[in-house]
């Protein structure tokens, strides 16, 4: 059985031409190693938001990070 990870992110990549924004979603369980993948992945990224993607709490925004405001431990 797969088990879901931890957290949910919506990560603001970019505006588009039209002045939209740019966003794209990922799943994942620990923070450092995501924001050391958009770094590697996405350099332009703005900004994430991260939710629970879990029981009770599933859905609720749990953070925010920028470049300039990175996490600092792996959870929350």
């Known amino acids: ?13 970019k505006n588009n031409p039209d002045g939209s924004a740019y966003c794209v979603k990922y799943r994942f369980d620990d923070l450092i190693k995501f924001t050391n993948f958009l770094d590697q992945r996405w350099q332009e990224w703005k900004w994430y938001n991260v939710f629970s993607n879990k029981d009770e709490n599933k859905g609720n925004q749990l953070a925010s990070f920028t470049k300039n405001n990175k996490p600092k431990t792996k959870s929350l």
């Not at 059985?1 to 990549?13: F, G, L, N, R």
């Open 1 to 13: 059985m797969k088990t879901s990870k931890k957290y949910k992110a919506i990560v603001k990549i």
